[in-house]
T-cell receptor, first 115, second 113 residues
Framework: ETGVTQSPTHLIKTRGQQVTLRCSSQSGHNTVSWYQQALGQGPQFIFQYYREEENGRGNFPPRFSGLQFPNYSSELNVNALELDDSALYLC??????????????FGPGTRLTVL | DAKTTQPNSMESNEEEPVHLPCNHSTISGTDYIHWYRQLPSQGPEYVIHGLTSNVNNRMASLAIAEDRKSSTLILHRATLRDAAVYYCILRVFTDTGGFKTIFGAGTRLFVKA
């Protein structure tokens, strides 16, 4: 158990819909990152938030957006869902400055299926 | 773009050491090397990280080449519980002052009793 929780566990949507995934960071952690993991592949970095500001982004289109709240919980929003968005979405929290050396604590993920 | 390259799979006998290689020839001077592992139906779990020097912790050792273009994760005595997918990761600083995380495809480690 890492103390990072995600909701919902599973979700089924249809193409074109919008979805919001939620992440609760480990207590005291001020940085959260989101990843997309397709079946059989490694996680792909979507973006990171540090103290409510986005400070890093991977190669994902703008329809992937996020928020980090004052309590450091976070949301990932995906608009205009496509079939290829079907994946496990992971969030990870860490403490301190958004540096490259911080250990990240991952949640169990949300499995999104787009039909 | 930075990337890491790992073998798809490796096999080890229980109680023997395991050396998991990773190539990251495009690494920059400020990029950190991290290793995580992932068990089925779980999120990745931190194993170890380093910048330039070799590192040891209770789980493993990390050997970093002098030119930093490759690294090796060393599990000193593999157990059945070490069977997992091991990811070599770069934490890359960007031009905008933030950073991004680059995962490799991972090495699936099989441990035989």
């Amino acid at each position: 158990e890492t103390g990072v929780t995600q909701s919902p566990t599973h979700l089924i949507k249809t193409r074109g819909q919008q979805v919001t995934l939620r992440c609760s960071s480990q207590s005291g952690h001020n940085t959260v990152s989101w990843y997309q993991q397709a079946l059989g592949q490694g996680p792909q970095f979507i973006f990171q938030y540090y103290r409510e500001e986005e400070n890093g982004r991977g190669n994902f289109p703008p329809r992937f957006s996020g928020l980090q709240f004052p309590n450091y919980s976070s949301e990932l929003n995906v608009n205009a869902l496509e079939l290829d968005d079907s994946a496990l979405y992971l969030c990870a929290s860490s403490l301190g400055l958004a540096g490259g050396y911080n250990e990240q604590f991952f949640g169990p993920g949300t499995r999104l299926t787009v039909l | 773009d930075a990337k890491t390259t790992q073998p798809n799979s490796m096999e080890s006998n229980e109680e023997e050491p395991v050396h998991l290689p990773c190539n990251h020839s495009t690494i920059s001077g400020t990029d950190y090397i991290h290793w995580y592992r992932q068990l089925p139906s779980q999120g990745p779990e931190y194993v170890i990280h380093g910048l330039t020097s070799n590192v040891n912790n209770r789980m493993a050792s990390l050997a970093i080449a002098e030119d930093r273009k490759s690294s090796t994760l060393i599990l000193h005595r593999a157990t059945l519980r070490d069977a997992a997918v091991y990811y070599c990761i770069l934490r890359v600083f960007t031009d905008t002052g933030g950073f991004k995380t680059i995962f490799g495809a991972g090495t699936r480690l099989f441990v035989k009793a």
